[in-house]
């Protein structure tokens, strides 16, 4: 059970493990006087991970019926929260059936919805590092440690049809086979004909091994999780980064494992090493934006940014 409490003011939720030591709890309060909704206020709801079902229903069904809480950012528990509560949903996003998961809860005129935000999250945050036409130039692969809804979203992006620039080949790996299975089932349907491997590795010298296969100039993202909720990384310090490659972590909190591992290499291996800093930017301001009904002029979204920098 989780003892959730009638909310007296409107109210946000940030459903995840460890929702306490985010940074967006200090934000938010400054986010929300910079957005004109000021009185609004953001609550964690500490989910184990894979919980019972009945738990994340325990959470949608408090949202859905309680007039005040008006919606929640999901980490962590995206596929999970989306297998157990999609009927508790009246509208889904394509991208939430698509890829069996729910990042974003939200109410409108009475009714409760349902987004995967990190399509538009992720992407956002790859333009803002991934170099013009980076792909096209020199052939490298996308190489996504997890396959969780952030593996899912990144892979899905940059390998979309329409791209003119993409990977020259998709490679997962993941420590439990349903996952793997399931990101596949999505490629195979998003993108065909670019040529993919997936690879269960349920020890991190199981991933060193693939990341030997790598081409340089690839992309090396740590979407596991390793690092931030639990500790360590996916792969060992005696991992080898292909040459002149973008490793992107994609927590911005916790030990950061992979993170000091590519700085390690950063010299090197000629590496440059993105945090998830501007993942988790992205994320919340899609998440917001959707919650409260909002719209982001760039000169808006460069003060929320400003002030997110002011506490990191």
């Known amino acids: 059970m989780l003892n959730l409490t009638k909310a007296d003011r409107p109210t946000l939720y940030f459903i995840g493990v460890t929702t306490g030591q985010s940074s967006i709890m200090?934000?938010?309060p400054l986010w929300a006087e910079a957005l004109g909704i000021g009185n609004a206020v953001i609550k964690g709801i500490d989910i184990g991970i894979h919980a019972d079902p009945a738990i994340y229903r325990e959470a949608v069904t408090f949202i859905k019926n309680d007039e005040l809480s008006l919606g929640a950012l999901v980490t962590t528990h995206k596929i999970d929260l989306y297998y157990a509560a999609k009927d508790l949903f009246d509208y889904l996003d394509p991208y939430a059936e698509m890829f069996g998961e729910l990042s974003c809860i939200s109410k409108?005129?009475?009714?409760?919805?349902?987004?995967?935000?990190?399509?538009?999250?992720?992407?956002?945050?790859?333009?803002?590092f991934v170099p013009e036409r980076y792909w096209e130039k020199h052939g490298g692969e996308l190489f996504v440690m997890g396959a969780g809804g952030s593996a899912i979203a990144i892979s899905a992006y940059l390998l979309d049809p329409r791209k003119a620039s993409r990977p020259s080949r998709l490679v997962v790996t993941n420590r439990s086979k349903p996952r793997l299975d399931e990101i596949k089932r999505i490629m195979d349907t998003v993108a065909p004909d670019v040529p993919a491997q997936y690879f269960l590795t349920p020890q991190a010298t199981d991933n060193d091994n693939v990341m030997m296969t790598v081409k340089p100039h690839s992309l090396v993202v740590n979407a596991t999780g390793l690092g931030k909720d639990q500790p360590g990384s996916p792969?060992?310090?005696?991992?080898?980064?292909?040459?002149?490659?973008?490793?992107?972590?994609?927590?911005?909190?916790?030990?950061?494992d992979f993170l000091h591992q590519a700085k390690a290499q950063e010299a090197a291996q000629r590496l440059y090493v993105e945090d998830g800093w501007i993942y988790f930017i992205h994320g919340w301001t899609q998440v917001i934006g959707e919650v409260f009904h909002l719209e982001y002029t760039p000169e808006k979204f460069a003060e929320l940014e400003r002030i997110a920098g002011g506490l990191r």
């Open 26 to 28: 200090k934000l938010f």
């Open 108 to 128: 409108k005129d009475g009714k409760l919805e349902g987004y995967a935000k990190d399509p538009i999250s992720s992407g956002l945050s790859l333009e803002a």
């Open 235 to 256: 792969i060992t310090d005696g991992a080898a980064f292909p040459a002149n490659s973008l490793a992107w972590e994609l927590n911005y909190r916790g030990a950061l």
